[in-house]
């Protein structure tokens, strides 16, 4: 816990743990965002059938964070995140011994490893909430920027793991499908050690007993969050046209990359989004929340519209660059927003539905971004997803520039 005592000064113990977590969480997730794509290509499968196990696991994902987020301050939040560090275990076990295509959709949907860059998971809305409760208002976008840093470089750092398969792979002669079976089962590792993290937070975290509502509940805010809802749906399906496997397995196919060199694009890529994170809370000081969101985001999705039409790799990779390097920015307002249109006793249910109907819509997306690229290999999923998501930023200012903050 050292380095988060440094890197978050006047954070309390509970908020450098979850925030740690968060790290340890996203270097699994990082590795698997790109193995997933390596070993079920690896296997045989194409990328229609890619692309339906990414959208059949996002949708599981949805499904438990849903379940997460409305029963969380009945069961225990911190209870509500060891059960989970138990089921991070159980999928990597799991999808290592997974064979037919058939258990491997049922381990997507039921397990917890992500084929995305993006954070969905019954942990995101429990860590939100918690953050909230146990963070002063002024600093919340302060230490959600930080929350998303730690998690953001440990991804990068997860992606860029799995390109040492390959190496791996050569070196000993084993094929590559089961060195990757074995470092999912290792990924399961990743569990037991969130668990540790989790095990030691105080009661603090949780929602205080006179906040405490009936089940079910979302009503001052209700119309607020749908609406907020039906915006990030949009973003998240044109995101999820994009989502990091799909690309990687457009990388693959139009410019004949390897694991290892798909490896160290995505590591440089998220590398690069992490220093970037740290403009959010000044410039949301200075221009607003909403402003932020719209404006950072904006150029990133002309950015992934372009990469497509690059006619050499170097030129799609900088446009890929310039779209990871200011997408991150609207992150932490984006969760600052959320937890501020509502009462406290809202917010883990806001943070579960809209992260459940971005997960949703992000699901909904990768097989059909699968199918476009069996059409060919020219990068139709970004050209779409990018448009989509540019529409999304113009609608927020218009819908929500002059939305008011509760605290």
Same mark, same amino acid.
């Given at each position: 816990?050292?380095?988060?005592? @440094? ?14 977590? !968060? ?23 194409? #990328? ?25 301050? =009945?069961?225990? !939040? ?11 275990? @159980?999928?990597?076990? +799991?999808?290592?011994?997974?064979? &037919? ?63 040492? +398969? ?21 990924? *399961?590792?990743? *569990? ?6 989790? =095990?030691?937070?105080?009661? #603090?975290?949780?929602?205080?007993? *006179? ?15 749908? !609406?907020?809802? *039906? ?13 990091? +496997? ?15 060199? #798909?490896?160290?694009?995505?590591? @440089? ?12 809370? &000044? ?13 950072? =985001? /904006? ?64 699901? @909904? ?14 990068? /139709?999923? /970004? ?11 113009? #609608? ?12």
């Amino acid at each position: 816990m050292s380095a988060t005592n @440094a890197l978050l000064p006047g954070v309390d113990a509970d908020g450098r743990r979850l925030v740690a977590t !968060r790290a340890i969480r996203s270097l699994g997730d990082g590795f698997a965002s790109v193995a997933l794509a390596a070993y079920l290509s690896e296997r045989g499968f194409n #990328a229609f059938e890619i692309g339906l196990l990414v959208t059949v696991a996002l949708f599981g994902k949805s499904v438990a964070t849903l379940i997460a987020g409305f029963v969380v301050d =009945h069961f225990g !939040r911190r209870r509500t995140l060891i059960a989970g560090s138990l089921l991070v275990s @159980a999928s990597g076990v +799991a999808f290592a011994l997974a064979e &037919p295509y058939w258990l491997l959709l049922v381990v997507a949907f039921f397990g917890t490893m992500s084929p995305s860059a993006g954070d969905f998971s019954l942990f995101q809305p429990v860590e939100q909430a918690s953050l909230a409760t146990t963070t002063e208002t002024s600093r919340r976008t302060w230490v959600y920027a930080r929350y998303t840093l730690f998690g953001s470089l440990a991804f990068a750092f997860g992606s860029l793991a799995s390109g040492a +398969a390959g190496p791996i792979a050569d070196a000993t002669g084993v094929d590559l499908p089961t060195v990757l079976r074995w470092a999912f089962a290792i990924y *399961g590792l990743s *569990g037991i050690a969130m668990l540790a993290t989790y =095990h030691p937070l105080s009661p #603090a975290v949780e929602l205080e007993t *006179g906040n405490r509502a009936p089940r079910g509940r979302l009503r001052e805010s209700r119309g607020t969050v749908f !609406r907020l809802s *039906g915006l990030f749906a949009v973003d998240a399906f044109g995101g999820g046209l994009a989502v990091q +496997a799909v690309m990687a397995v457009w990388l693959f196919e139009r410019f004949g990359l390897s694991l290892e060199e #798909a490896a160290l694009i995505f590591f @440089a890529a998220r590398l690069l989004s992490t220093f970037t994170l740290l403009l959010a809370p &000044p410039i949301t000081a200075r221009i607003g929340i909403i402003e932020t969101m719209a404006y950072a =985001h /904006l150029p990133a999705n002309l950015a992934l519209m372009v990469a497509p039409l690059m006619p050499t790799l170097p030129l799609v990779l900088v446009a890929l660059f310039v779209r990871q390097a200011l997408s991150p920015i609207d992150i932490a307002p984006r969760t600052t927003l959320i937890v501020s249109v509502v009462s406290p006793e809202e917010r883990a249910p806001a943070a579960s539905v809209t992260n459940v109907v971005r997960t949703l819509s992000a699901a @909904a997306s990768p097989a059909l971004g699968g199918a476009l690229l069996a059409v060919g290999p020219w990068g /139709l999923p /970004l050209l779409v997803g990018g448009a989509l998501k540019a529409g999304y930023d113009a #609608a927020l200012l218009v819908v929500f520039r002059r939305v008011q903050l509760r605290d």
